[in-house]
């Protein structure tokens, strides 16, 4: 003879199932975010990596050499084999050192140099939905996303970072 469960537990067993797929609901359904990932290409190198909501994939500098391959290996996923924009800050080696590995082994689909002469100051691009690009002055940019905006130059210390005027370093 099968033992009956009471009617509290059925209850129980019912809220838990609702809260379950309310929280999977939220994290799937939730507006994405514009993430920004600082590189790891070694001491004499910089880049960083935006991935915007709508999924557009934008680099800025690609380390002094391959060690570029490795740091975006590690943080997009092994299908992706496509960069929708290239941002050079400058000419160095430390800078732009990486770039014909990358080219190699992605498909880059737009390459912008901030140091050259032929984008104006004062030129705003779009990069992606929502995503622009200010031009300040050779090497150095701001990256708006929404009311959020990151100063970007090449001139910067290392391991110190902007955003929304307020100045943030890494420890």
């Known amino acids: 003879m099968l033992h009956e469960l009471p009617k509290s537990f059925y209850v129980v067993l019912l809220l838990i199932l609702i809260a379950a797929n309310v929280s999977l609901y939220r994290t799937v359904l939730a507006p994405r975010a514009l993430e920004i ?4 290409v070694g001491e004499k190198g910089s880049a960083a990596l935006m991935r915007a909501p709508n999924g557009k ?12 391959l490795r740091a975006l290996g590690a943080a997009l996923p092994p299908w992706q084999r496509r960069i929708d924009t290239i941002i050079l800050t400058g000419a160095k080696t430390s800078f732009v050192g990486g770039l014909p590995e990358v080219k190699g082994r992605y498909r880059v689909s737009k390459l912008i140099y901030i140091g050259d002469s032929s984008i104006p ?3 705003r691009l779009t990069l992606a ?3 622009s690009l200010d031009i300040i002055s050779p090497g150095t940019f701001t990256i708006s996303y929404g009311v959020t905006s990151f100063k970007i130059s090449s001139s910067t210390p290392k391991d110190v970072y902007f955003s929304n005027g307020i100045t943030f370093t890494k420890n």
């Not at 994939?57 to 570029?68: F, K, N, R, V, Y």
């Open 37 to 40: 990932s600082v590189l790891d």
């Open 129 to 131: 939905s929502a995503v």
């Open 57 to 68: 994939t934008i680099l800025i500098d690609t380390g002094p050499d391959a060690s570029i």
């Open 121 to 123: 100051y004062g030129t």
